[in-house]
């Protein structure tokens, strides 16, 4: 278990993955694979939009997922790194989010995200 939660944290770009206790989940609705995961169209502040330039930790990325997600509570913005920099490519724990290159993939909360 300590080495999948290592994994994760390095599929995830390096984040912590607690979520506010008042952060509200609405559940997640379908995607086309069926698995529950289809992204929104922007966060739930709206200040965030897929296929909107953002910079997390010092890198440019284009948003390609906003939502739920398998491995963690709470709203995540999935990016693709304008360069390699990233940890996978959309894919997590054997879900696909969104596509990408591969190493150019993160999740961040929207909060970590400057615009």
Known sequence: AERRNSDLLKCLGGITTSAPAAEKNDGPAMNAEGDGH???QS????SI?????V?????????????????????????????AMG????????????KCPAGQGVFARPAQLER
């Not at 997390?56 to 398998?70: D, L, P, T």
């Open 38 to 40: 289809a992204p929104r």
């Open 43 to 46: 966060t739930a502040d709206s």
């Open 49 to 53: 939009s897929l296929g909107q330039e």
């Open 55 to 83: 910079v997390w930790s010092g890198k440019k990325g284009i948003v390609r997922f906003i939502g739920q997600v398998r491995f963690a509570g709470g709203e995540w913005v999935g990016l693709e790194l304008t360069n």
């Open 87 to 98: 940890m996978h490519d959309g894919k997590v724990m054997g879900v696909s989010y969104f």
